[in-house]
């Protein structure tokens, strides 16, 4: 994992702490929870139909673009101009939260991307595997690809449902833990935007 990648989810990581007191919260048992989630639906739907597939693939696909917008506008966002020059104590510390907040919701959204775009690649891992469009149909039958998978054959069938549902398990949960991240970032960003409008009336 790139060290960008890993400082992206330790601070989102890091986000989850009472805005009001800074008390941290503790993630273990929502880890849990997700996990088991995850994992009782590997069981129950192991197989992933054609249009879940499709479905799936359009909607991480806008929300990703919606979140690269959103993106754009916490970057052009300058608290400087919220703070005049005879602005108080208490308003110049407002404002440095409200930046801390924007600060940190450019992890969260960028977490969220993150994650988005690895449902969208293990979803098209399983287009490809279980439900192919005919021209791949054609590519995987033909040549030493072919050839290839025979040899292999028998040797992946030993791991197949092991393999199965490993994968069911991972994409159901980053499928659980995008949701999760999208519904958080959306409650802080609109958190955000009030507390912005506010101090944006009252200068």
């Not at 439900?131 to 149909?137: D, E, G, I, K």
Request: contains cysteine; charged residues 15%; proline residues 3%.
């Amino acid at each position: 994992m790139s060290p960008e990648i890993s400082k992206i989810i330790q601070s989102n990581r890091d986000t989850f702490y009472d805005f009001s007191s800074g008390v941290r919260a503790n993630l273990l048992w929502l880890r849990l929870a997700k996990l088991v989630v995850a994992t009782a639906s590997a069981v129950l739907f192991s197989v992933f139909s054609d249009p879940f597939l499709a479905a799936v693939l359009t909607v991480y696909s806008i929300l990703i673009g919606f979140s690269f917008n959103v993106l754009f506008q916490l970057f052009s966002f300058d608290p400087s101009s919220l703070v005049k020059g005879d602005a108080s104590l208490e308003r110049r510390v407002r404002v440095d939260r409200l930046k801390t907040l924007g600060d940190e919701l450019f992890y969260n959204i960028s977490y969220f991307n993150i994650v988005s775009i690895a449902v969208v690649v293990l979803a098209l891992g399983y287009s490809f595997v279980y439900a192919p469009v005919p021209f791949l149909r054609r590519f995987v039958h033909v040549g030493l690809f072919s050839t290839a998978l025979a040899d292999a054959r028998m040797y992946l069938e030993l791991l197949k449902e092991p393999l199965r549902f490993l994968g069911c398990s991972i994409f159901y949960y980053l499928l659980i833990e995008s949701i999760c991240t999208l519904g958080r970032t959306i409650a802080r960003m609109s958190f955000f935007f009030s507390l912005k409008i506010r101090l944006q009336n009252e200068a």
